[in-house]
């Protein structure tokens, strides 16, 4: 029998990039992939072959940049599927000026952090009833990260690349909260997956993306940590912990501190309550 028949996994940002490898390699161990994505579109080719060679996925459709899209989108799963065994936060942005969502959050925030973070909330049922596993997609630059409380929107000074890294920080951070939480429930970890040749670095020059195509790891090869963190046996109690691609490291002191987790977890909780 295959590895994970039986078993049923969210993938966010299914449609491209490392997600897109993420699906697939869990479709082919036998989970049930929800594939999620902004439009049907951008994962039916994904569908179609795993449909073709025999595999089961279907598609998820919900803007990570809107609250209200998760919502729905996290509703629908939740009424057709009692257990949900892992749900991988993958989809993520690096964003080159400062935009805001129709719900009036800086871009990077909502999709990055907000939208994972009430994705999670929502899915907390049917992730406990399967003891599943929350994987968020981190990045080494949350190493390097800082919370800039009095202005998390950055309406005072953007800058891409200290925003993203807010973005990534403040995702390790309710990683840690989240398993803290639900000890004994479910497991949440976060990871770096590599420097990985995808669309993220769509809004870099283009000599940079000629050298990322050139030198860095395949989509493919970027998929392998979180594909393990989310399906391998030796992962299944392990919680609470932060990878740079399979070696376990230590994430930024505010990952750790207990109070300042518990004050982002409060301001997502505000920032998401109407949606
Ligand atoms: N590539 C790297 O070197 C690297 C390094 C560290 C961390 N990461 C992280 O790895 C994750 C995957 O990124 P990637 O490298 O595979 O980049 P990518 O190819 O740009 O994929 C990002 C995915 O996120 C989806 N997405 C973006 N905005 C969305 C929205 N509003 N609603 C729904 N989906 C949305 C994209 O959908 P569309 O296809 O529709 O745009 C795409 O599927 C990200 O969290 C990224 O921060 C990547």
């Not at 994970?4 to 082919?28: N, S």
């Not at 909502?110 to 399967?130: K, Q, W």
């Not at 000629?210 to 998929?223: H, K, Q, S, V, Y």
């Amino acid at each position: 029998m295959a590895e994970l028949q039986g078993k049923v996994v969210l993938v966010t940002g299914a449609g491209a990039g490392i997600g897109r490898e993420t699906a697939r390699a869990l479709a082919r161990k036998g989970a049930h992939v929800l594939a999620a994505a902004r439009s049907q579109e951008r994962v039916q080719p994904l569908l179609d072959e795993l449909a073709r060679d025999g595999h089961s996925a279907e598609a998820l459709v919900m803007d990570l940049a809107s609250l209200k899209s998760v919502r729905s989108a996290a509703e629908s799963v939740a009424a057709k599927h009692p257990r949900l065994h892992a749900l991988v936060n993958n989809a993520g942005i690096w964003s080159g000026k400062r935009t805001v969502t129709a719900d009036g959050y800086e871009h990077t925030w909502a999709v990055n952090v907000l939208a994972p973070f009430l994705l999670t909330e929502l899915l907390l049922e049917p992730l406990r009833s399967a003891k599943g596993r929350v994987v968020n997609v981190s990045s080494r630059e949350h190493e390097n990260g800082r919370m800039n409380w009095a202005d998390l929107q950055h309406e005072k000074g953007f800058g891409a690349r200290k925003v993203y890294q807010q973005s990534k920080l403040a995702l390790t951070m309710l990683t840690n909260e989240l398993a803290r939480r639900e000890e004994g429930r479910l497991t949440a970890n976060s990871l770096h997956p590599g420097i990985i040749a995808t669309e993220l670095f769509r809004n870099f020059p283009g000599f940079i993306r000629f050298w990322i195509n050139l030198l860095m790891r395949t989509p493919e090869d970027g998929a392998q940590p979180q594909i393990k963190l989310a399906s391998a046996p030796e992962f299944e109690s392990v919680t609470g912990r932060y990878y740079r691609r399979f070696k376990e490291t230590k994430p930024h002191e505010l990952v750790l501190d207990k109070a300042a987790a518990a004050r982002l977890w409060d301001i997502c909780r505000e920032h998401t309550c109407k949606a």
